[in-house]
């Protein structure tokens, strides 16, 4: 099942360098506190959508 979280504006905690893995924290509606851990893969493919959808604002 499917829930939104909202993304606070905090940075990405590095948990390991090698391999690269960090934590980025989202809350849930509820308060709830969600991690997402992403590692080198997931987190350029998230760069790389959130680029496109950057992108669908500018008007181009």
């Not at 990405?12 to 308060?31: F, Q, W, Y």
Request: glycine share 6%.
């Amino acid at each position: 099942m499917a829930r939104e979280a909202d993304y606070q504006d905090d940075d990405i905690v590095v948990i390991s360098r090698s391999p690269l893995v960090g934590k980025l924290l989202l809350i849930a509606e509820d308060d709830e506190e969600i991690e997402l851990h992403l590692e080198r893969d997931s987190a350029e493919a998230l760069m790389s959508a959130l680029g496109a959808f950057l992108m669908e604002g500018t008007g181009l």
